[in-house]
């Protein structure tokens, strides 16, 4: 009868263990999720301050990449 019971104990202890790993690789995940997502921020707000400062200082020349990239999107795009 103990035997069964240190199996138990055994069984449950691995069952314990592999809960806390569990949620030790979720809570990592969830953290590396974050960073990722705040780096997608910080490059978003980076090209939006680029483009804001390019359309200040050369309109004209911004207006024609952006004519072109309309231009090149559409010619490639499959009918």
Known sequence: M???RSRAR?????IDDITARGAAVVAD?????REALQGARDVRDTFADAVLDSIK???YTTLAIAGLIG???GALRPR
């Open 2 to 4: 103990s035997s069964t």
């Open 10 to 14: 055994a069984g449950t202890s691995a």
């Open 29 to 33: 995940i969830g953290e590396r999720g």
């Open 57 to 59: 200082a050369r309109p």
């Open 71 to 73: 231009f090149a999107y």
